[in-house]
């Protein structure tokens, strides 16, 4: 005859009817011993009759529940993880099975299933890390639970000093009202590390801006703010970091130029749009943009490699196009819901020669300005303007990558200096070609040399951008 085992609980249960039954006694007191009713008591009078001790095993014992998914199944999971999708966190990975896969399983079965075929998700604690550490120490047997470690007991004084923690704040009311910005460089795509460009709205979390470029630069903040200006308008500030400064300071003072001072001329930018600008050097004062940087590194980067994307054109493309809006429908909140002290959006027009880079030069003595190894010349109406030598002028490189200078509160364009003819007057007809009039703005635009170096002089000695 099979031997029957059964629970603490089951045991209790058989000991107290087979007494009863065997030796008599008082059906009330059994039921209150076993917190059941009598008429329970009578069911169990019945079943120890009939069955005996195996009649006290539950039911269920040994079955598996409706809901059970075959092995098999979760073998399967684990291949396409080791596979596929591999470096992925499970929360991740979980809603590409659903998207992809067209497998819905619950996290917590991701995560029972991956953690006991030993692996771990590139998210997990440091606690977490450390306690399956363990458990694999101890499965491999090079530690034993009879090491414990000496009881030693410390008082700590877990109070802070304020200017040493970092608070937890209240988020702006409006959606504009802070968009906080940096750049991260990872190994987002290809075998070369590039600059993500990032933007995101404080009060909503919403991503407002994203650009992939080489090295964090003034073009990557600049794509960011077109997508700011072009989708929602001028925001009222923005929070960044300051650590550009310091990279254009520390430089030797015969290598700067004003193209490397990102946060001037940027600054500059956000003055002439009515944005305040405040820089910070701590990363916790703004948290939101650096849990971003991590969230996008997790996240974006496996995507990129899955959709097989290694150059930044197609990075950019699948950025803004594809991961930007299914990120914002994930985890930002509506931001109609919100009252926004975005204004309105300035014409495309405005906003190419308002996203400009401002250098000064000097005209030499050939009437050319050397600019990026190239000579250029005033041109007015397709006449060339000539200047008196060591005359300043302003170069303007527009967003679109137009060329325009100020010299003496006059916009001019600059035609290159090519350094040999294109075609011989001598031994070639040269072909006439009508040239189409390009639009040179008005000078009631900003371009005032004396007000971008009184720009760049307070930005040097007082770390004032805007």
């Given at each position: 005859m099979r031997k029957v085992e059964l629970r603490m609980n089951e045991q209790r249960k058989y000991e107290e009817i087979k007494n009863?039954?065997?030796?008599?006694?008082?059906?009330?007191?059994?039921?209150?011993?076993?917190?059941?009713?009598?008429?329970?008591?009578?069911?169990l009078i019945t079943i120890y009759k009939e069955k005996g001790k195996s009649g006290f095993v539950h039911?269920?014992?040994?079955k598996c529940p409706a809901k059970t998914l075959d092995k098999s199944f979760s073998e399967n999971i684990i291949l396409l993880y080791n596979t596929k999708y591999q470096d992925f966190n499970f929360k991740h990975f979980m809603e590409y099975l659903e998207e992809e896969e067209k497998i819905k399983v619950s996290y917590d079965?991701?995560?029972?299933?991956l953690t006991k075929a030993g692996i771990l998700s590139p998210k997990a604690r440091k606690r977490t890390k450390k306690e399956f550490k363990k458990q694999q120490l101890l499965k491999e047997k090079k530690i034993n639970l009879a090491m414990a470690k000496d009881q030693i007991e410390t008082i700590i004084n877990h109070e802070l000093a304020l200017e040493d923690s970092?608070?937890?704040?209240?988020?702006?009311?409006?959606?504009?009202?802070?968009?906080?910005?940096?750049?991260?460089i990872h190994l987002w795509f290809g075998d070369k590390k590039n600059c993500l460009h990032l933007a995101i709205d404080k009060a909503t979390c919403t991503i407002v801006g994203a650009y992939f470029d080489k090295e964090e630069t003034l073009n990557g903040y600049y794509h960011v703010l077109f997508q700011i200006l072009t989708n929602y308008g001028i925001p009222y500030s923005f929070l960044t970091d300051n650590r550009t400064v310091f990279n254009y300071l520390s430089l030797n003072p015969d290598k700067r130029t004003s193209e490397k001072d990102v946060l001037?001329?940027?600054?500059?930018?956000?003055?002439?749009?009515?944005?305040?600008?405040?820089?910070?050097?701590?990363?916790?004062?703004?948290?939101?943009?650096?849990?971003?940087?991590?969230?996008?590194?997790?996240?974006?980067?496996?995507?990129?490699?899955?959709?097989?994307?290694?150059?930044?054109?197609?990075?950019?493309k699948y950025l803004i196009k594809t991961f930007v809006p299914k990120f914002n429908k994930k985890f930002a909140m509506d931001y109609s819901k919100f009252s926004s002290v975005f204004?309105?959006?300035?014409?495309?027009?405005?906003?190419?020669?308002?996203?400009?880079?401002?250098?000064?030069?000097?005209?030499?003595?050939?009437?050319?300005?050397?600019?990026?190894?190239?000579?250029y010349q005033p041109y007015l109406n397709d006449e060339l303007k000539c200047f008196i030598p060591k005359t300043e002028?302003?170069?303007?490189?527009?967003?679109?990558?137009?060329?325009?200078?100020?010299?003496?509160?006059?916009?001019?364009?600059?035609?290159?200096?090519?350094?040999?003819?294109?075609?011989?007057?001598?031994?070639?007809?040269?072909?006439?070609?009508k040239e189409k009039n390009k639009y040179i703005p008005p000078m009631s635009h900003p371009w005032k040399l004396a007000s971008f170096k009184k720009q760049l002089e307070k930005a040097h000695?007082?770390?004032v951008y805007a």
């Open positions: 009863l039954v065997d030796h008599g006694g008082n059906k009330k007191r059994v039921s209150l011993k076993l917190g059941l009713s009598v008429r329970q008591v009578n069911r039911g269920n014992r040994g079965f991701i995560y029972k299933t970092h608070p937890r704040g209240e988020k702006p009311k409006y959606f504009g009202e802070v968009i906080e910005q940096d750049g991260s001037t001329q940027y600054g500059y930018t956000c003055k002439q749009l009515g944005i305040e600008l405040k820089t910070t050097s701590v990363s916790q004062a703004k948290g939101l943009i650096e849990r971003t940087n991590g969230t996008f590194q997790g996240r974006l980067v496996n995507e990129l490699k899955l959709n097989g994307i290694t150059t930044m054109e197609e990075a950019n204004e309105p959006s300035p014409s495309l027009e405005k906003i190419n020669y308002t996203l400009a880079v401002l250098t000064p030069r000097k005209i030499d003595n050939g009437n050319a300005i050397k600019y990026k190894n190239k000579y002028c302003l170069v303007i490189k527009a967003f679109n990558g137009d060329l325009l200078v100020t010299i003496d509160n006059k916009v001019f364009r600059l035609k290159e200096l090519n350094r040999n003819e294109r075609f011989s007057k001598n031994f070639e007809q040269v072909p006439t070609t000695t007082n770390h």
